[in-house]
């Protein structure tokens, strides 16, 4: 197993992610103890130190299952991380009592890593609200031992990143980002890795292979990989396009089943990052998978001035090109019309084609629309 350096300790580069533990027939909730008990002695005895889990995955029952699956082992043999569940707005006033109940749940007496979960469009206006108190109820947590490092996770855009980090970035400690070749120009979590790099945060990695997207690819993709290491399966491309960013310290994986344990565990055996030649290759694969699903908005906002409704076009495009990429894993699109009036929803498009006439790109802005509304099951 490859370990990082962070502060004084040193962390399995590959970390485990608990949202997606086998479970019993087909129940989110429902999570196979023996199985996910076998992975995790697997992870134990394979040198994972790091352990991820959140108060809402699994529909609340991942803390609880890794809390009694982790107890049989030394405190001190593994760390372990969970987050303030802020996707969900009536959470803010609970962080109090949140925190006292994740303990519980994990039944530890300190979380090693916590983290202000998804900070985003949706939520960054709570997070940022001094009533809500969840900042400085954490920060007491930090100081009392309750929280060895804080941090956070963001699905943000980078505006939204810069405001949380010019209001917390001080007390940072590391940052969660969903970082893959695929979303490295299309999410720009390149430009996300960046700015964390002007803030000195490392960097934690979730959604490594895109939910699974990055596992499989079109056969000509493959074909090129293989041609570059025919020794490397198609998952590792992901993983050592990770190991090729300096920044990242952990990459958390949520494996379901064994066999994806054993292969990427396989795979942190060693350090491989990309050539110059590698990486050309996947990134030039990503713009051609992205390019097939999107439409080619370029943010320029000359639809805006003419939309009857005043809707936020190049948003709502941005939008529905990641819907269309994560298909039926979608949750960055949902999350992201969650933050916008009820007027300035897709399905308001009036079909009146006025920013069609002024679109550099002539895209059918109307039709697009209508097609984001239905992917959202909303007409």
Sequence with gaps: MIYNDFQNLKISALGMGNMRLPVIEGKDGAIDMAATGEMIDYCMKAGINYYDTAYGYHAGQSEPALGELLKKYDRDSFFLASKFPGYDLNNMPKVREIFEEQLVRCQVEY?????????????????LDPKF????YLIEQKRNGRIKHLGFSAHGDIDCMTRFLEAYGKDMEFAQ?????????????????????????????????????????????????KALRPDEGVPAW?????????????????????????????????SRPLNDEEMQAVLSMADDMVSRTTVPC????YCVTHCPKKLNIPFLLKLYNEA?????????????????????????????????????QVIKIPDALSDFAKKMGRC
């Excluded at 979380?111 to 997070?127: P, Q, R, S």
């Excluded at 958390?252 to 064994?258: A, F, W």
Aim: with cysteine; hydrophobic share 40%; aromatic share 10%.
């Design 111 to 127: 979380f090693d890593f916590y983290l202000f979960h998804n900070v985003c469009e949706m939520n960054i206006d709570a997070y």
């Design 298 to 301: 370029t943010g320029c906002r």
């Design 133 to 136: 108190g969840i900042y400085d």
């Design 238 to 270: 992901a993983f050592r396009f990770l190991q090729s960013i300096p920044d990242v310290v952990v990459t958390l994986s949520g494996m379901s089943n064994m066999q994806q344990l054993a292969d990427n565990i396989a795979t942190y055996e060693e």
């Design 177 to 225: 980002i969903e970082l893959n070749y695929l979303d490295y120009e299309f999410q720009n979590a390149k430009g996300k890795c960046e700015l964390l790099r002007e803030w000195n945060i490392p960097i934690w990695v979730m959604e490594p292979v895109r939910g699974g997207q990055l596992a499989t690819l079109a056969p000509a993709h493959e074909a090129r990989l």
């Design 324 to 360: 269309s990429v994560a298909g039926s894993g979608m949750f960055i699109a949902p999350m992201g019309l969650s933050s916008i009036d009820a007027d300035k929803q897709p399905e308001c498009c009036v079909a009146c084609h006025s920013c069609e006439k002024v679109c550099p």
